[in-house]
């Protein structure tokens, strides 16, 4: 009786604690700037960045809980960056003393259920979800800006990994990427509109120079706690962008895995053309609405070019000048 009368007070409390966290969340959407994202549906400026009313409970139970540890890997991006990229290496990478390569959990579950996100999946799924006996070190992922990270990360020895793309293809592939979603809703506004949006900084986690220059500066201010890394560089030597991320990680490689060629086997098995070959990454759905393919769509540089014309991409050109003046930031197009 005793311990049925305190399960029932424990999940009162519970009850309790969410009703009041739903109140506090309806009254805040209400007071928050509105726009509308690409297919109609609200969007809403929480601390500078644009988001989704249902993912704002899961925001603020990742910034007031989550509990980094020193040993964490926290890999960041906005969407459509390289994120699934990054997690397939930043997984083999570390943990490739615990599995062999030909072994690689990476053959048989996709990138992003190895790595999952801390708002988008795990804090949303469930407001205090059990990370304590997730096998180290512990690898995770966010889209959230550096500056509305939780200070548990700012504050821990964990290192942060970021990586970011040329805002032009960024846009092409969310843009695509939400086309071939919506397939069968046609709400999603012409590319001309959703690119207007983008300029005007109007982005689920935008603006996109905001979210860049946040980590580009941790980055340049403590370079042993943030890493920042391109998309474009990553394609074009591959191999250089292994080394430095496992040096950041404290998993350089041995002189032994070198001439073994791990190096070279860690970006085949994490390449475009392996990922999207795999069975697991053809099929099933990514958080019930995504399927798994849609992650892997053309994985190349420039491919704005096919959808843009020269004065939009103008137009972006100016206006990341402006944004990013003095940074030391720039992109490859
Ligand atoms: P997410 O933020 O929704 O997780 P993210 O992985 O950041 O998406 O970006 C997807 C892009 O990375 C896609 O680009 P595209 O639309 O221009 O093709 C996807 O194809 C690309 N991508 C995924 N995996 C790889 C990879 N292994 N190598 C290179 N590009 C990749």
């Not at 700037?33 to 960045?49: M, V």
């Not at 990478?93 to 615990?98: L, V």
């Not at 970021?162 to 695509?176: E, M, T």
């Not at 769509?297 to 003095?326: A, F, H, P, Q």
Request: charged share 20%.
């Amino acid at each position: 009786m005793e311990t049925s009368a305190a399960i029932q007070k424990v999940s009162m409390e519970t009850s309790a604690a969410i009703e009041e966290l739903r109140n506090e969340i309806q009254q805040l959407t209400l007071n928050l700037p509105r726009e509308k994202n690409l297919d109609g549906t609200p969007l809403y400026q929480y601390q500078g960045f644009w988001t989704l009313s249902e993912f704002i409970p899961a925001i603020i139970s990742f910034q007031r809980h989550f509990q980094a540890e020193d040993g964490d890997i926290i890999l960041t991006s906005i969407p459509k960056s390289g994120t699934t990229w990054l997690k397939a290496l930043a997984f083999t990478i570390a943990n490739r003393t615990r599995f062999p390569l030909q072994n690689s959990p990476l053959l048989t579950t996709p990138p992003h259920q190895l790595v999952p996100f801390l708002e988008l999946d795990l804090y949303w799924k469930n407001q205090s979800p059990n990370l304590e006996d997730n096998p180290k070190p512990r690898i995770l992922a966010t889209h959230l800006p550096y500056a509305s990270l939780p200070n548990s990360i700012l504050n821990s020895g964990c290192r942060i990994v970021y990586v970011a793309r040329n805002p032009l293809d960024q846009f092409i592939s969310r843009w695509k990427f939400l086309s071939s979603w919506q397939e069968q809703n046609m709400n999603l506004v012409s590319i001309e509109e959703a690119f207007e949006k983008t300029c005007n900084g109007v982005q689920f986690y935008g603006p996109v120079w905001e979210h860049v220059l946040g980590y580009w500066k941790a980055s340049q201010e403590n370079p042993e706690k943030v890493l920042f890394l391109k998309y474009e560089d990553m394609q074009e030597n591959i191999i250089s962008n292994i080394k430095n991320l496992a040096n950041f990680l404290g998993c350089a490689f041995s002189q032994v895995e070198e001439t073994q060629g791990v190096i070279k086997e860690i970006s085949k098995i994490c390449s475009f053309d392996d990922l999207k070959n795999l069975e697991v990454n053809k099929n099933g759905k990514y958080l019930l609405r995504f399927g798994n393919e849609a992650f892997f769509r053309k994985g190349t540089v420039g491919d704005w070019r096919n959808y843009l014309t020269s004065s939009m991409s103008d137009r972006m050109e100016k206006i990341l000048e402006e944004k990013l003046c003095g940074s030391g930031l720039s992109f490859k197009k």
